[in-house]
């Protein structure tokens, strides 16, 4: 069974440039996160979606945007990007609510 | 805000010898997870704990709720080369929204 996938494993961006993260879950699960993780901040969580649905948002700024599609593939929007947004960003997918998270292997985000 | 602190932040030991991750916080959490990361992965759950003062082992791995479900370690006997890595403690209380600890970088030297 395929693990969660995210692309590019790798990304550099200039500052002001907005990007998309793409993450395809394990067959079958129907709920996507996203996290960000920072040396100084640790893993923090971004937004969880469900058939379509975001159903948590974490304390980001609007610039932060998601969605899933009906295959449950999730796409991370970031626009205006700032410094600060240099991050390893994290999926992880799981079959439904409080359920085990299963985590891909992340993007890492260089803003320049 | 629910905060998770962990502790130590580093720890550098020879291969053989035992230790102790703590991870404290002033919130009650419905349930508390621990995971490992290693470079260039994302974290990969080790165990769950879901009842105050539960105790659950995982070979070598012994972890801990505590009983005011605010608080829980992370004990390892006779570490190994392979248990390198990030530990992380994360708090649950709604669904999939994680509260994770700074975590804990462990060297373990042969």
């Known amino acids: 069974k395929a693990g969660v996938t995210q692309t590019p494993r790798y990304l550099i961006k200039t500052r002001g440039q907005q990007v998309t993260l793409s993450c395809s879950p394990i067959?079958?699960?129907?709920?996507v996160s996203w996290y960000q993780q920072t040396p100084g901040q640790g893993l923090q969580f971004l937004f969880e979606?469900?058939?379509?649905?975001?159903?948590n948002k974490g304390n980001f700024p609007g610039r932060f945007s998601g969605r899933q599609f009906s295959n449950s593939r999730s796409e991370m929007n970031v626009s205006t990007l700032e410094l600060g947004d240099s991050a390893l960003y994290l999926c992880?997918?799981?079959?439904?609510?409080?359920?085990?998270?299963?985590f891909g292997s992340g993007t890492q985000l260089s803003v320049l | 805000t629910q905060l998770l602190e962990q502790s130590p932040q580093f720890l550098s030991i020879q291969e053989g010898e035992n230790l102790t991750v703590y991870c404290n916080s002033s919130?009650?959490?419905?349930?508390l997870q621990w995971y490992r990361q290693e470079p260039g992965e994302g974290p990969v759950l080790l165990v769950t704990?879901?009842?105050?003062?539960e105790v659950k082992k995982l070979k070598r791995l012994t972890f801990q709720f505590g009983d005011a479900r605010k608080d829980s370690s992370l004990h390892i006997t006779a570490a190994q080369p392979g248990d390198t890595g990030l530990y992380l403690c994360?708090?649950?209380?709604?669904?999939?929204?994680?509260?994770f600890g700074g975590g804990t970088r462990l060297m373990v030297k042969p």
């Open positions: 994360a708090g649950d209380n709604a669904g999939n929204m994680l509260t």
């Open positions: 992880a997918s799981s079959l439904d609510w409080a359920e085990k998270l299963f």
């Open positions: 704990v879901v009842t105050g003062g």
């Open positions: 067959s079958g699960h129907r709920s």
């Open positions: 979606y469900f058939s379509e649905t975001q159903r």
């Open positions: 919130s009650v959490f419905s349930s």
